[in-house]
């Protein structure tokens, strides 16, 4: 069973970065491919970033490519998603996610097995 724990939102302004981990236990890591997604208030979950198992490959929402980053670090059982020039719309909690099926991640809920709880992200213009 693994285990996903994020942490990083908070209330930003339009045009801040923010930086969101997500920690992961109870498994092996590199057997993982991870993913962020984000549900806004009263629509549904949505797929923004998701990167492969050894992190040599990322998956992007194209509308947030340039804007938002996906990196993981082996060692410490931790993906992060760097996000840039923050936009009222990109208020959400944001969730983290992991596949133990598709290598290189995938854009789907179905493609992932284990969720975190969700952070808030809540950008101010």
């Known amino acids: 069973q693994v285990q996903l724990v994020e942490s990083g939102g908070g209330s930003v302004q339009a045009g801040d970065p923010l930086r969101l981990s997500c920690a992961a236990s109870?498994?092996?890591?590199?057997?993982?491919?991870m993913a962020w997604f984000r549900q806004a208030p009263e629509k549904e979950r949505e797929f923004v970033l998701a990167?492969?198992?050894?992190?040599?490959?990322?998956v992007y929402k194209d509308s947030e490519k340039g804007r938002f980053t996906i990196s993981r670090d082996n060692a410490k059982n931790t993906v992060n998603l760097q996000m840039n020039s923050l936009q009222p719309e990109d208020t959400a909690v944001y969730y983290c996610?992991?596949?133990?099926?598709?290598?290189?991640?995938?854009?789907?809920?179905?493609?992932?097995?284990?969720w975190g709880q969700g952070t808030l992200v809540t950008v101010s213009s």
């Open positions: 990167i492969s198992r050894s992190g040599g490959s990322t």
């Open positions: 996610a992991a596949s133990t099926t598709r290598y290189y991640g995938g854009s789907k809920s179905l493609d992932y097995d284990y």
């Open positions: 109870g498994g092996t890591f590199t057997n993982y491919a």
